[in-house]
């Protein structure tokens, strides 16, 4: 199977809500590598790569996230492969 990278953005509820290390969890559950980080508009940014089934499941749970979170909206490109190991969140 082929590894792919998608970044892009979370927008809606997705701060203070465990959002970043929920991703965390689920990205290290799926084997994948990348990073997720707060911004200052409110939205949660991430960079996430591995095998291409892997990516889209995760992809799919952004969609929801965390039980607090209130999820409105996930912007989500396919990017060129960073070579990163592991999954962390940023600050």
């Known amino acids: 199977m082929a590894r792919i990278c998608m970044h892009g953005y979370v927008s809606g509820k ?12 689920e990205a290290e559950r799926l084997d994948l ?5 707060n911004l200052d508009d409110g939205r949660v940014e991430v960079l996430v790569e591995g095998e ?3 990516v889209r499941e ?5 969609e929801q996230g965390p039980e607090q979170a209130q999820v409105t909206g996930v912007e989500l490109q396919e990017h060129a492969l960073q070579g990163i190991a592991g999954f962390i969140a940023r600050r």
């Open 33 to 37: 590598d990348g990073w997720v980080r």
């Open 58 to 62: 995760l992809a799919g749970w952004l």
């Open 14 to 25: 997705v701060q203070g809500v465990y959002f970043r290390q929920s991703t965390c969890a």
């Open 52 to 54: 291409a089934d892997a």
